[in-house]
């Protein structure tokens, strides 16, 4: 029997478009994303299979180890694993906010942080607009070389250079700052892990900036030497404003870790003398978790290290996206 509908009763004759209506059905989810999807896929496939690796990587060594993170949360037995241990909640971490040592390691930690990524930042910027200005390719090459290879030494290698320089009376620099090195000085500790990062990393660091300056048109160069352009002006209206959203991205990623002290160069540095300047987050946490078998409160530090870049990276996100409508996210 055909279904008749109300408007038929009424006694109007259902046009084209009712028909159309009710032969197909509104679907709330439509299948056009399945099927794009499907098209990509079909597409790029090659690509993906290509990154397995990488995203099999990133998952072994970043996300799956996370399941440990339940320990500062709970009394970490061994023999009962990381989940067997009783839940003590934020206990660990009132612990460590409570400590003697809190204050110490955090401002350490900012004082070192903040110095190398001001520096770290500023540094290759200027260098990448100075070799720019050079005109010989081979001096260009050659500058660009010598001046990132020191980021290739190791980092027991660097420590000990500066140990050798700064030993008294006998060092390249030591000798002009009395009986004592600088590295037991409290004081000097900052500035001589700040200036050695810059010395080690500069060059490296400098190679995304020439990369970008690489893309811009040589024409612009032109039309502002002939509108009477200096060198300073070239780097002051083409230069900088080409490299900026590079700098805007790179300095967002930089202050996700603004509490990521490298340990090994503090470790290696610290000694008996500048360890009230030197004791860093990393630091107390390898002392407290490893040398003192304190797992659980060891993990809680490092949470909470992790947690405040976390807030720190979202920040600068969020003040560069208003500012300069660039972003990472």
Request: charged share 10%.
């Amino acid at each position: 029997m055909s279904q008749i509908t109300a408007r038929e009763v009424a006694g109007d004759s259902p046009s084209a478009t009712d028909s159309v209506e009710r032969a197909v059905p509104s679907d709330p989810h439509p299948k056009g994303a399945m099927a794009k999807l499907r098209r990509h896929l079909g597409l790029y496939w090659e690509l993906w299979v290509l990154t397995i690796p990488a995203m099999g990587f990133i998952a072994l060594f970043a996300y799956v180890p996370m399941w440990g993170i339940q320990l500062a949360f709970r009394n970490f037995e061994p023999k009962k694993g990381l989940t067997g241990g009783a839940w003590v909640g934020m206990r660990y971490f009132t612990q460590f906010f409570h400590s003697p040592m809190f204050m110490e390691t955090v401002v350490n930690t900012f004082r070192i942080s903040l110095g190398t990524l001001v520096l770290g930042f500023v540094f290759p910027i200027i260098l990448a607009l100075l070799i720019n200005q050079i005109g010989s390719t081979k001096v260009k090459s050659f500058v660009q070389t010598v001046t990132y290879m020191p980021h290739f030494i190791s980092m027991v290698v660097v420590v000990s250079l500066l140990n050798i320089f700064l030993t008294p009376k006998s060092g390249l620099l030591g000798r002009f700052f009395g009986d004592s090195s600088l590295l037991d000085d409290p004081n000097a500790f900052a500035p001589i892990y700040w200036i050695s990062e810059v010395w080690q990393h500069v060059g490296w660091n400098a190679i995304i900036y020439l990369a970008a300056l690489s893309a811009v048109d040589v024409s612009l160069y032109e039309a502002a030497k002939m509108d009477g352009a200096g060198r300073l002006q070239l780097i002051r209206y083409v230069d900088l404003p080409t490299i900026m959203p590079t700098c805007v991205i790179l300095l967002i990623m930089n202050m996700g870790s603004v509490l990521s002290v490298g340990f090994e160069k503090v470790f290696l540095m610290q000694n008996a003398m500048n360890l009230s300047a030197s004791e860093v987050i990393s630091t107390y946490t390898y002392r407290m978790g490893l040398l003192g078998y304190q797992y659980s409160y060891g993990t809680a530090i490092g949470l909470f290290n992790t947690l405040v870049n976390f807030v720190f990276l979202l920040i600068a996100n969020f003040i560069a996206n208003r500012v300069s409508e660039t972003s990472i996210f």
